[in-house]
Nanobody
Framework: QVRLVESGGNLVQPGGSLRLSCAAS????????VGWYRQAPEKQRELVAV??????NYADSVKGRFTISRDNAKNTVYLQMNSLKPEDTAVYYC??????????WGQGTLVTVSS
């Protein structure tokens, strides 16, 4: 089974930036979807940004502020988050759906946006 390990979560002031990383424990082929979800306190988990096939999809709330990217050589996907807002505060989870590894989640990394 593949493991996903997120890192980069931290406390940041409004308007600041963070970059999250999600590293897979092994090379993964036949990826259908890879990306990021988040869950704020007392809210449901929601899609933030994913790479599906050759395209990217973003939640409306993060368009223009967040950028998802992928480094296949490092088995890593990134989420660059700029102009952070208090409402971006959440646990961010990495997600992978691949032929051999359907529906795998990371353990999550906490992002807190507060002054």
């Amino acid at each position: 089974q593949v493991r996903l390990v997120e890192s980069g979560g931290n406390l940041v002031q409004p308007g600041g930036s963070l970059r999250l990383s999600c590293a897979a424990s092994t090379s993964v082929f036949g990826v259908n979807v890879v990306g990021w979800y988040r869950q704020a306190p007392e809210k449901q988990r929601e899609l933030v940004a994913v790479i599906r096939g050759g395209s990217t999809n973003y939640a409306d709330s993060v368009k223009g502020r967040f950028t998802i990217s992928r480094d296949n050589a490092k088995n890593t996907v990134y989420l660059q988050m700029n102009s952070l807002k208090p409402e971006d505060t959440a646990v961010y989870y990495c997600y992978l759906d691949a032929i051999r590894y359907p529906g795998v989640w990371g353990q999550g990394t906490l992002v807190t946006v507060s002054s």
